[in-house]
Protein backbone atom coordinates (compact mmCIF):
# COMPACT_ATOMS: atom_id res chain seq x y z
CA UNK A 1 0.00 0.00 0.00
CA UNK A 2 0.94 3.72 -0.67
CA UNK A 3 1.31 6.33 -2.67
CA UNK A 4 3.81 6.55 -5.86
CA UNK A 5 5.19 9.76 -7.02
CA UNK A 6 7.32 9.62 -10.27
CA UNK A 7 9.76 12.30 -10.56
CA UNK A 8 13.04 13.52 -12.63
CA UNK A 9 13.52 16.53 -11.01
CA UNK A 10 11.62 18.87 -13.16
CA UNK A 11 9.91 21.89 -11.63
CA UNK A 12 6.63 19.90 -12.50
CA UNK A 13 7.31 16.50 -10.78
CA UNK A 14 8.65 18.52 -8.03
CA UNK A 15 5.31 20.22 -7.41
CA UNK A 16 3.73 16.81 -7.88
CA UNK A 17 5.93 15.30 -5.28
CA UNK A 18 4.64 18.57 -2.35
CA UNK A 19 0.94 17.17 -3.54
CA UNK A 20 1.83 13.28 -3.20
CA UNK A 21 3.31 13.68 0.20
CA UNK A 22 0.56 16.23 1.51
CA UNK A 23 -1.66 13.17 0.31
CA UNK A 24 0.59 10.40 1.88
CA UNK A 25 0.26 12.45 5.02
CA UNK A 26 -3.62 13.32 5.33
CA UNK A 27 -3.75 9.62 4.47
CA UNK A 28 -1.26 8.21 6.68
CA UNK A 29 0.35 6.48 4.48
CA UNK A 30 3.61 5.59 2.62
CA UNK A 31 5.47 7.51 0.14
CA UNK A 32 7.60 6.15 -2.67
CA UNK A 33 9.68 8.65 -4.95
CA UNK A 34 10.24 7.15 -7.80
CA UNK A 35 12.89 7.80 -10.67
CA UNK A 36 13.02 5.85 -14.05
CA UNK A 37 16.64 5.45 -15.56
CA UNK A 38 16.26 5.21 -19.25
CA UNK A 39 16.93 2.07 -21.37
CA UNK A 40 20.18 4.18 -22.70
CA UNK A 41 21.33 4.73 -19.04
CA UNK A 42 21.78 1.38 -18.45
CA UNK A 43 24.10 0.60 -21.11
CA UNK A 44 26.62 2.69 -19.80
CA UNK A 45 29.89 0.82 -18.54
CA UNK A 46 29.33 -0.13 -14.85
CA UNK A 47 31.84 2.88 -13.02
CA UNK A 48 29.53 6.10 -15.26
CA UNK A 49 26.30 3.60 -14.12
CA UNK A 50 27.22 3.65 -10.19
CA UNK A 51 28.51 7.57 -10.34
CA UNK A 52 24.56 7.88 -11.92
CA UNK A 53 23.29 5.72 -9.62
CA UNK A 54 25.00 7.81 -6.38
CA UNK A 55 23.94 11.31 -7.94
CA UNK A 56 20.20 10.03 -8.25
CA UNK A 57 19.73 9.16 -4.83
CA UNK A 58 21.72 12.04 -3.68
CA UNK A 59 19.14 14.06 -5.04
CA UNK A 60 16.45 11.61 -4.08
CA UNK A 61 17.33 11.97 -0.38
CA UNK A 62 17.66 15.72 -0.62
CA UNK A 63 13.96 15.63 -2.00
CA UNK A 64 12.65 13.78 0.75
CA UNK A 65 14.03 16.29 3.10
CA UNK A 66 12.43 18.77 1.13
CA UNK A 67 9.02 16.95 1.45
CA UNK A 68 9.41 16.31 5.44
CA UNK A 69 8.31 19.77 5.44
CA UNK A 70 4.89 18.24 4.13
CA UNK A 71 4.35 15.31 5.50
CA UNK A 72 4.98 13.34 8.51
CA UNK A 73 4.73 9.80 6.71
CA UNK A 74 7.12 7.70 5.45
CA UNK A 75 9.15 8.48 2.39
CA UNK A 76 11.13 5.99 0.54
CA UNK A 77 13.39 6.60 -2.47
CA UNK A 78 13.43 4.47 -5.40
CA UNK A 79 15.39 4.24 -8.69
CA UNK A 80 13.97 2.00 -11.58
CA UNK A 81 14.75 0.85 -15.45
CA UNK A 82 12.91 1.02 -17.90
CA UNK A 83 10.53 3.23 -20.02
CA UNK A 84 8.86 5.43 -17.69
CA UNK A 85 4.90 4.69 -17.89
CA UNK A 86 5.46 1.22 -17.42
CA UNK A 87 8.09 0.92 -15.07
CA UNK A 88 6.03 3.41 -12.51
CA UNK A 89 2.66 1.35 -13.62
CA UNK A 90 4.31 -1.77 -12.96
CA UNK A 91 5.56 -0.94 -9.35
CA UNK A 92 2.30 0.95 -8.01
CA UNK A 93 0.39 -2.76 -9.44
CA UNK A 94 3.32 -4.43 -7.21
CA UNK A 95 3.12 -1.91 -4.09
CA UNK A 96 -0.87 -2.09 -4.06
CA UNK A 97 -0.51 1.49 -4.29
CA UNK A 98 -3.73 3.57 -3.75
CA UNK A 99 -2.12 6.42 -5.98
CA UNK A 100 0.21 7.53 -8.53
CA UNK A 101 1.03 11.36 -8.33
CA UNK A 102 3.03 12.76 -11.58
CA UNK A 103 3.49 15.95 -12.80
CA UNK A 104 2.35 17.55 -16.08
CA UNK A 105 2.82 21.17 -17.82
CA UNK A 106 -0.27 20.12 -20.22
CA UNK A 107 0.30 20.48 -24.00
CA UNK A 108 -2.14 23.31 -24.68
CA UNK A 109 -5.35 23.49 -27.35
CA UNK A 110 -3.84 21.38 -29.83
CA UNK A 111 -6.22 20.29 -32.97
CA UNK A 112 -5.63 16.70 -32.34
CA UNK A 113 -4.79 14.84 -28.65
CA UNK A 114 -1.05 13.82 -28.66
CA UNK A 115 -0.78 10.05 -28.50
CA UNK A 116 2.74 10.72 -26.49
CA UNK A 117 3.35 12.16 -22.87
CA UNK A 118 4.40 9.70 -20.03
CA UNK A 119 1.16 10.84 -17.80
CA UNK A 120 -0.87 10.27 -20.73
CA UNK A 121 0.37 6.78 -21.56
CA UNK A 122 0.64 6.16 -17.21
CA UNK A 123 -3.33 7.01 -17.06
CA UNK A 124 -4.49 5.08 -20.45
CA UNK A 125 -3.52 1.71 -18.94
CA UNK A 126 -3.37 1.90 -14.73
CA UNK A 127 -5.34 -0.12 -12.87
CA UNK A 128 -4.33 3.04 -10.27
CA UNK A 129 -6.11 6.09 -10.00
CA UNK A 130 -3.47 8.62 -11.58
CA UNK A 131 -3.32 12.52 -10.22
CA UNK A 132 -1.51 14.75 -12.85
CA UNK A 133 -0.76 17.48 -11.27
CA UNK A 134 -0.24 21.34 -13.07
CA UNK A 135 -0.09 23.13 -9.73
CA UNK A 136 -0.17 21.89 -5.92
CA UNK A 137 -1.08 25.26 -4.13
CA UNK A 138 -4.62 24.00 -4.04
CA UNK A 139 -3.85 20.68 -2.84
CA UNK A 140 -1.91 22.11 -0.20
CA UNK A 141 -4.59 24.26 1.18
CA UNK A 142 -7.46 21.71 1.27
CA UNK A 143 -4.94 19.89 3.39
CA UNK A 144 -4.92 22.97 5.48
CA UNK A 145 -8.51 23.01 5.42
CA UNK A 146 -9.05 25.61 2.61
CA UNK A 147 -11.02 23.03 0.88
CA UNK A 148 -11.04 22.18 -2.67
CA UNK A 149 -13.61 22.14 -5.71
CA UNK A 150 -14.07 19.59 -8.26
CA UNK A 151 -15.55 18.52 -10.95
CA UNK A 152 -16.56 15.39 -12.33
CA UNK A 153 -18.30 14.04 -15.33
CA UNK A 154 -21.15 11.71 -15.25
CA UNK A 155 -22.81 9.50 -17.61
CA UNK A 156 -24.18 6.63 -15.59
CA UNK A 157 -21.18 4.55 -16.23
CA UNK A 158 -19.14 2.06 -13.56
CA UNK A 159 -16.30 4.22 -14.39
CA UNK A 160 -18.47 7.85 -13.53
CA UNK A 161 -19.13 5.93 -10.29
CA UNK A 162 -15.57 4.75 -9.29
CA UNK A 163 -14.44 8.94 -9.89
CA UNK A 164 -17.64 9.90 -7.85
CA UNK A 165 -15.91 6.88 -4.95
CA UNK A 166 -12.54 8.34 -4.89
CA UNK A 167 -13.85 11.86 -4.47
CA UNK A 168 -15.78 10.34 -1.35
CA UNK A 169 -12.40 9.66 -0.07
CA UNK A 170 -10.81 13.07 -0.17
CA UNK A 171 -14.21 14.19 1.02
CA UNK A 172 -13.26 12.39 4.14
CA UNK A 173 -10.42 14.67 4.67
CA UNK A 174 -11.22 17.59 4.30
CA UNK A 175 -13.57 19.80 2.83
CA UNK A 176 -13.87 19.04 -1.31
CA UNK A 177 -17.02 21.10 -3.31
CA UNK A 178 -17.83 18.83 -6.35
CA UNK A 179 -20.03 20.22 -9.26
CA UNK A 180 -21.65 16.79 -11.14
CA UNK A 181 -21.87 17.62 -14.68
CA UNK A 182 -23.35 16.13 -17.77
CA UNK A 183 -21.92 17.20 -21.48
CA UNK A 184 -25.08 16.98 -23.79
CA UNK A 185 -25.62 16.97 -27.13
CA UNK A 186 -29.04 19.02 -28.12
CA UNK A 187 -30.61 16.00 -30.80
CA UNK A 188 -29.67 13.26 -28.29
CA UNK A 189 -31.35 14.82 -25.28
CA UNK A 190 -34.27 16.43 -27.15
CA UNK A 191 -35.18 12.37 -28.35
CA UNK A 192 -34.49 11.53 -24.41
CA UNK A 193 -37.21 13.63 -22.98
CA UNK A 194 -39.21 13.64 -26.18
CA UNK A 195 -39.37 17.87 -26.73
CA UNK A 196 -39.30 19.80 -30.06
CA UNK A 197 -38.17 18.22 -32.84
CA UNK A 198 -36.63 21.62 -33.94
CA UNK A 199 -34.04 23.02 -31.74
CA UNK A 200 -30.46 25.24 -31.97
CA UNK A 201 -27.36 22.98 -31.86
CA UNK A 202 -25.03 25.87 -30.27
CA UNK A 203 -27.82 26.89 -28.42
CA UNK A 204 -28.68 25.61 -24.68
CA UNK A 205 -32.30 24.98 -23.99
CA UNK A 206 -32.93 25.95 -20.52
CA UNK A 207 -35.82 22.97 -20.05
CA UNK A 208 -33.31 20.65 -21.31
CA UNK A 209 -30.85 21.43 -18.77
CA UNK A 210 -33.30 21.86 -16.03
CA UNK A 211 -34.24 17.63 -16.84
CA UNK A 212 -30.60 16.89 -16.76
CA UNK A 213 -29.79 19.16 -13.73
CA UNK A 214 -32.79 17.01 -11.97
CA UNK A 215 -31.91 13.50 -13.02
CA UNK A 216 -28.46 14.22 -11.85
CA UNK A 217 -29.36 15.20 -8.35
CA UNK A 218 -31.78 12.01 -8.45
CA UNK A 219 -29.37 9.57 -9.58
CA UNK A 220 -26.74 11.17 -6.90
CA UNK A 221 -28.27 13.17 -4.40
CA UNK A 222 -25.46 13.66 -1.79
CA UNK A 223 -21.76 12.14 -1.17
CA UNK A 224 -20.07 10.84 1.98
CA UNK A 225 -17.70 13.63 3.62
CA UNK A 226 -17.65 16.93 3.88
CA UNK A 227 -18.37 19.88 1.18
CA UNK A 228 -20.99 21.05 -1.19
CA UNK A 229 -22.69 19.17 -3.94
CA UNK A 230 -23.58 21.35 -7.42
CA UNK A 231 -25.45 19.77 -10.43
CA UNK A 232 -24.76 21.12 -13.77
CA UNK A 233 -25.52 20.82 -17.31
CA UNK A 234 -23.28 21.71 -20.64
CA UNK A 235 -24.53 21.83 -23.99
CA UNK A 236 -21.63 20.32 -26.46
CA UNK A 237 -20.89 21.08 -29.97
CA UNK A 238 -17.96 18.55 -31.01
CA UNK A 239 -15.71 16.90 -28.08
CA UNK A 240 -16.62 16.34 -24.73
CA UNK A 241 -13.61 16.93 -23.10
CA UNK A 242 -14.09 20.32 -24.62
CA UNK A 243 -16.84 21.55 -22.90
CA UNK A 244 -16.24 19.76 -19.80
CA UNK A 245 -13.06 22.13 -19.18
CA UNK A 246 -14.75 24.69 -20.31
CA UNK A 247 -17.23 24.77 -17.73
CA UNK A 248 -14.65 23.66 -14.93
CA UNK A 249 -12.66 26.95 -15.56
CA UNK A 250 -15.92 28.79 -15.28
CA UNK A 251 -16.98 26.93 -12.19
CA UNK A 252 -13.42 28.04 -11.02
CA UNK A 253 -12.91 24.30 -10.21
CA UNK A 254 -9.42 23.01 -9.13
CA UNK A 255 -8.74 19.65 -10.33
CA UNK A 256 -10.77 17.63 -13.02
CA UNK A 257 -11.85 14.00 -12.03
CA UNK A 258 -12.33 11.83 -15.36
CA UNK A 259 -13.09 8.11 -15.09
CA UNK A 260 -11.87 5.93 -18.09
CA UNK A 261 -12.52 2.75 -20.30
CA UNK A 262 -8.86 2.02 -20.25
CA UNK A 263 -8.69 2.71 -24.06
CA UNK A 264 -5.27 2.56 -25.84
CA UNK A 265 -4.24 3.11 -29.44
CA UNK A 266 -6.42 5.33 -31.66
CA UNK A 267 -9.78 5.11 -29.86
CA UNK A 268 -8.07 7.36 -27.54
CA UNK A 269 -8.79 10.30 -30.15
CA UNK A 270 -12.23 9.68 -28.65
CA UNK A 271 -11.33 9.27 -24.99
CA UNK A 272 -12.46 12.43 -22.36
CA UNK A 273 -9.94 11.32 -20.05
CA UNK A 274 -6.95 11.14 -22.86
CA UNK A 275 -8.23 14.78 -24.08
CA UNK A 276 -8.86 16.18 -20.38
CA UNK A 277 -5.20 14.95 -19.85
CA UNK A 278 -3.88 17.12 -23.01
CA UNK A 279 -5.68 20.00 -22.80
CA UNK A 280 -6.30 20.93 -19.49
CA UNK A 281 -4.95 23.56 -17.65
CA UNK A 282 -5.67 22.08 -14.32
CA UNK A 283 -4.68 19.19 -12.13
CA UNK A 284 -6.93 16.19 -13.51
CA UNK A 285 -7.42 12.81 -11.74
CA UNK A 286 -7.92 10.00 -14.08
CA UNK A 287 -10.03 7.17 -12.14
CA UNK A 288 -10.32 3.64 -13.37
CA UNK A 289 -13.23 1.02 -12.58
CA UNK A 290 -12.35 0.00 -8.81
CA UNK A 291 -14.86 -2.69 -8.97
CA UNK A 292 -16.92 -2.09 -5.41
CA UNK A 293 -20.47 -3.02 -6.04
CA UNK A 294 -22.72 -0.17 -7.08
CA UNK A 295 -24.56 1.15 -4.01
CA UNK A 296 -27.99 0.19 -4.95
CA UNK A 297 -30.68 2.78 -3.35
CA UNK A 298 -33.90 1.55 -2.02
CA UNK A 299 -36.46 1.55 -4.52
CA UNK A 300 -39.28 4.47 -4.45
CA UNK A 301 -42.11 4.77 -6.59
CA UNK A 302 -43.29 8.15 -5.92
CA UNK A 303 -43.86 8.65 -9.45
CA UNK A 304 -45.93 6.25 -11.62
CA UNK A 305 -46.94 6.53 -15.23
CA UNK A 306 -49.46 4.53 -16.54
CA UNK A 307 -51.16 4.68 -19.91
CA UNK A 308 -54.38 3.30 -21.44
CA UNK A 309 -55.84 2.96 -24.67
CA UNK A 310 -59.58 2.92 -22.88
CA UNK A 311 -60.29 -0.72 -24.07
CA UNK A 312 -61.06 -2.74 -21.41
CA UNK A 313 -57.65 -4.54 -21.06
CA UNK A 314 -55.98 -1.15 -21.46
CA UNK A 315 -57.94 0.29 -18.39
CA UNK A 316 -56.82 -2.90 -16.37
CA UNK A 317 -53.21 -1.07 -15.64
CA UNK A 318 -54.65 1.70 -14.21
CA UNK A 319 -55.98 0.16 -10.68
CA UNK A 320 -52.60 -1.24 -10.51
CA UNK A 321 -50.19 1.27 -11.17
CA UNK A 322 -51.78 3.11 -7.85
CA UNK A 323 -51.60 0.15 -6.09
CA UNK A 324 -47.85 0.32 -6.17
CA UNK A 325 -47.85 4.04 -5.34
CA UNK A 326 -46.39 5.15 -2.44
CA UNK A 327 -48.77 7.18 -0.52
CA UNK A 328 -48.35 10.81 -1.48
CA UNK A 329 -46.83 9.59 -4.88
CA UNK A 330 -48.12 11.18 -8.23
CA UNK A 331 -49.78 8.68 -11.12
CA UNK A 332 -49.80 10.13 -14.62
CA UNK A 333 -52.82 8.93 -16.57
CA UNK A 334 -51.77 9.15 -19.91
CA UNK A 335 -53.49 8.30 -23.14
CA UNK A 336 -51.04 8.31 -26.63
CA UNK A 337 -52.87 9.72 -30.11
CA UNK A 338 -50.54 8.94 -32.87
CA UNK A 339 -49.33 11.20 -35.18
CA UNK A 340 -48.85 8.88 -38.30
CA UNK A 341 -48.90 9.12 -42.11
CA UNK A 342 -47.31 12.54 -44.35
CA UNK A 343 -48.94 14.94 -42.48
CA UNK A 344 -47.91 14.11 -39.04
CA UNK A 345 -44.29 13.74 -40.04
CA UNK A 346 -43.89 16.46 -42.32
CA UNK A 347 -45.58 18.75 -39.18
CA UNK A 348 -43.38 16.72 -36.96
CA UNK A 349 -40.53 18.13 -38.94
CA UNK A 350 -41.21 21.71 -39.83
CA UNK A 351 -42.86 23.18 -36.49
CA UNK A 352 -40.37 24.39 -33.85
CA UNK A 353 -42.45 22.63 -30.61
CA UNK A 354 -43.53 18.93 -29.87
CA UNK A 355 -46.38 21.38 -28.06
CA UNK A 356 -47.51 22.36 -31.78
CA UNK A 357 -47.78 18.79 -32.66
CA UNK A 358 -51.21 18.08 -34.25
CA UNK A 359 -53.48 20.05 -31.83
CA UNK A 360 -56.62 17.96 -30.45
CA UNK A 361 -59.32 19.96 -30.68
CA UNK A 362 -59.36 21.39 -26.84
CA UNK A 363 -63.04 20.03 -26.56
CA UNK A 364 -61.61 16.25 -27.75
CA UNK A 365 -58.59 16.45 -25.17
CA UNK A 366 -61.09 17.79 -22.25
CA UNK A 367 -63.43 15.30 -22.82
CA UNK A 368 -60.12 12.80 -23.10
CA UNK A 369 -58.32 14.12 -20.07
CA UNK A 370 -62.46 13.61 -18.03
CA UNK A 371 -62.20 10.10 -19.19
CA UNK A 372 -58.78 9.96 -17.77
CA UNK A 373 -59.54 11.21 -14.23
CA UNK A 374 -63.00 8.95 -14.35
CA UNK A 375 -60.47 5.92 -13.92
CA UNK A 376 -58.77 6.79 -10.79
CA UNK A 377 -59.59 4.56 -8.06
CA UNK A 378 -61.02 5.86 -5.20
CA UNK A 379 -58.17 4.59 -2.74
CA UNK A 380 -56.14 7.41 -4.72
CA UNK A 381 -57.73 9.75 -2.08
CA UNK A 382 -56.70 7.65 1.39
CA UNK A 383 -52.99 7.45 -0.15
CA UNK A 384 -53.18 10.84 -0.63
CA UNK A 385 -52.18 10.25 -4.09
CA UNK A 386 -51.84 13.22 -6.40
CA UNK A 387 -53.75 12.18 -9.79
CA UNK A 388 -52.15 14.11 -13.37
CA UNK A 389 -53.25 13.30 -16.28
CA UNK A 390 -51.35 13.86 -19.84
CA UNK A 391 -52.34 13.21 -23.57
CA UNK A 392 -49.05 12.19 -25.25
CA UNK A 393 -48.58 12.59 -28.97
CA UNK A 394 -45.88 11.43 -31.10
CA UNK A 395 -45.65 8.71 -34.20
CA UNK A 396 -44.69 5.93 -32.17
CA UNK A 397 -46.79 5.04 -29.23
CA UNK A 398 -44.13 2.94 -27.07
CA UNK A 399 -41.80 5.45 -27.82
CA UNK A 400 -43.95 8.30 -26.86
CA UNK A 401 -44.41 6.52 -23.62
CA UNK A 402 -40.67 5.89 -23.23
CA UNK A 403 -39.97 9.88 -23.57
CA UNK A 404 -43.14 11.14 -21.41
CA UNK A 405 -41.48 8.67 -18.69
CA UNK A 406 -38.31 10.31 -18.82
CA UNK A 407 -39.60 13.37 -18.96
CA UNK A 408 -41.90 13.62 -16.04
CA UNK A 409 -38.93 11.08 -14.22
CA UNK A 410 -40.96 8.27 -13.27
CA UNK A 411 -40.23 5.79 -11.22
CA UNK A 412 -41.83 3.01 -13.13
CA UNK A 413 -44.30 2.33 -16.20
CA UNK A 414 -47.14 0.77 -15.67
CA UNK A 415 -48.87 -0.68 -19.40
CA UNK A 416 -50.93 -4.17 -19.97
CA UNK A 417 -50.12 -6.49 -22.53
CA UNK A 418 -52.41 -8.87 -24.80
CA UNK A 419 -49.89 -11.40 -24.31
CA UNK A 420 -50.00 -11.99 -28.20
CA UNK A 421 -47.79 -15.08 -29.34
CA UNK A 422 -46.79 -16.41 -32.84
CA UNK A 423 -48.15 -15.16 -36.33
CA UNK A 424 -50.53 -12.28 -34.10
CA UNK A 425 -47.28 -11.44 -32.33
CA UNK A 426 -45.77 -11.60 -35.44
CA UNK A 427 -48.38 -9.34 -37.13
CA UNK A 428 -49.67 -6.96 -34.46
CA UNK A 429 -46.66 -5.82 -32.66
CA UNK A 430 -46.17 -5.18 -28.80
CA UNK A 431 -46.29 -1.86 -27.41
CA UNK A 432 -45.59 -3.49 -23.91
CA UNK A 433 -42.64 -5.20 -25.07
CA UNK A 434 -41.04 -2.32 -26.98
CA UNK A 435 -41.61 0.12 -24.20
CA UNK A 436 -39.80 -2.68 -21.60
CA UNK A 437 -37.05 -2.90 -24.64
CA UNK A 438 -37.15 1.46 -25.44
CA UNK A 439 -37.27 2.53 -22.03
CA UNK A 440 -34.76 3.13 -19.53
CA UNK A 441 -37.04 2.64 -16.68
CA UNK A 442 -38.74 0.11 -14.55
CA UNK A 443 -42.24 -1.22 -16.31
CA UNK A 444 -44.66 -3.16 -14.81
CA UNK A 445 -46.72 -5.24 -17.17
CA UNK A 446 -50.46 -6.02 -16.97
CA UNK A 447 -51.66 -9.41 -18.41
CA UNK A 448 -54.31 -9.72 -20.04
Known amino acids: MGIVCGIDFSTWSSSAAVVAATLAGRLNDRLYLVHVLEPHVERMDPPAFAKVQALLHERLNGEIVRLKEFTQAGIEAVVLPGEV ?23 GAGALVKLGG ?25 AKGQGLRAIVGFDDSEASMSALRWLEKLRKLAPVDVVL ?34 DLKAHVPELEGKGELFYRAKLA ?53 DGAPARVAQPRVKRVLVTTDFSKLGNAAVPWAFAIAEPGAEVYLTHVTLTTGIAG ?47 IRGPNAAQAIAEAAERVA ?34 FVVRG
Open 85 to 107: ADAIREFATNKKAVLIVVGSAGH
Open 118 to 142: SSERLASGCDVPVLVVREPDSFVGW
Open 181 to 214: SRVYYQDEAHRQYGLSRRFSYTDPDPRVEGLIER
Open 237 to 289: VGRVADHLLELAEAERCQVVVVGTHGRKGLARMWSVSAAALHLSRMSVAVVPP
Open 345 to 391: ELVEQYLPSADLLPQVPARVEFEVAARLRALTPSSAIEKGIVTRTEV
Open 410 to 443: ADVIVISSHGRTGFSRTVFGSVAEEVMTTSRKPV
